[in-house]
């Protein structure tokens, strides 16, 4: 697997990182935790050392599952975790009939989210720790230099930020350099392309695209007719209803087109997209499954020329992509 560094922030990691979200959280019944550990175990021989999780993932229950995958491969690996909701532990998980959780990014709330993060991921330091949301409560710099002041005492190396807006971002960098931005980012959803990309190029910060195979549907593994589990939060969201499933097949039909030419499956196409927009783009596709995962890194030898990607934007120019990718309350805590 080939390196990539983040923009300028000196973290180096594989070109493809792992999304571990629905290993445990919102994607419908997690898969049996000893498959989980294997799969993780896996993507480490096949050379992904980049794995993203967070607190809310379960709660908890994500985090504690790499504590333990990990727990004699610390050093192998470069773990990116984030805090930044008010979780009830003994509430219900968050999925289709239960939103996340309001934000919190006191000062206070940080560090003892830290200290739990801590214990549950069995390691004495956060590679890189992302607020999850923006706080509109808590000013970007009393976050930033909260999260300084763990970098200083050694238990966080490098600082995120998830779904922020160009005015925080800058904010943020201002008091303590932000190392990565994590935002949704894939051929059907281009918002970062607004304002963010030129900005992160231009403070030397890395990009980390969550959902980059548009939450399976880049696949082509899910059509109008699929069914989801109850608990499976994709059954709230809009660009998931059947008729705007069947709408949007024509991204995943100019994907197979152009994969058709590179020996490539959609999956791949897409992320091959993603790696050649900039070289500090790191994609954290997810999956439960070992023949996805492989699938996955096989993207990153899937080469896009100057011309296909002229021709992928020119097609997907005349798409017009159906239905909002977030609810309205959900897309409220973002670009802030």
């Known amino acids: 697997m080939q390196k990539r560094k983040l923009g300028k922030s000196g973290l180096e990691v594989s070109a493809l990182g792992l999304g ?177 990309l030129s900005v992160l190029d231009e403070l030397g910060i890395g990009l980390v ?3 980059p195979l548009g939450r399976g549907f880049l696949t082509g593994k899910i059509d109008q007719n699929t069914e989801f589990d109850k608990s499976d939060f994709r059954n709230a969201l809009p660009r998931f209803a059947p008729e705007a499933r069947k709408a949007n097949q024509a991204v995943v039909d100019l994907l197979a087109r152009i994969g058709k030419k590179k020996n490539a499956s959609p999956g791949q196409t897409a992320l091959a997209w993603l790696l050649a927009q900039k070289p500090w783009i790191v994609p954290i596709p997810g999956t439960t499954k070992l023949n996805r995962l492989e699938e996955n890194i096989g993207a990153a030898k899937v080469t896009l020329t100057a011309e296909d990607l002229s021709e992928i934007d020119r097609a997907a120019a005349q798409i017009t992509v159906v239905g909002e990718r977030y609810t309205e309350q959900m897309e409220r805590m973002t670009r802030l």
């Open 20 to 196: 571990c979200m629905g290993m445990s959280h919102a994607l419908g019944p997690p898969p049996p935790k000893p498959d989980m550990i294997k799969l993780l175990h896996q993507a480490v021989d096949r050379g992904i050392d980049f794995f993203d999780t967070a607190e809310v993932y379960g709660p908890f229950a994500n985090e504690e599952l790499l504590g333990e995958a990990f727990s004699g491969l610390r050093d192998k690996i470069v773990l990116a975790t984030k805090f930044g909701f008010d979780i009830d532990p003994s509430g219900p998980p968050v999925g289709a009939n239960n939103p996340a959780p309001g934000v919190n990014s006191k000062p206070a709330h940080i560090r003892r989210a830290i200290e739990g993060s801590l214990k549950r991921l069995r390691t004495d330091r956060i590679d890189l720790l992302y607020q999850h949301r923006v706080d509109p409560d808590v000013p970007i710099e009393d976050v930033a230099g909260t999260v300084k002041d763990l970098i200083r005492e050694g238990k966080v190396k490098y600082f995120g930020l998830s779904e922020a807006g160009v005015k925080t971002i800058r904010r943020a960098h201002a008091v303590q350099k932000v190392a990565a931005l994590q935002s949704e980012y894939s051929l059907w959803w281009r918002r970062v392309e607004d304002e963010e």
């Open 209 to 211: 695209p969550f959902s």
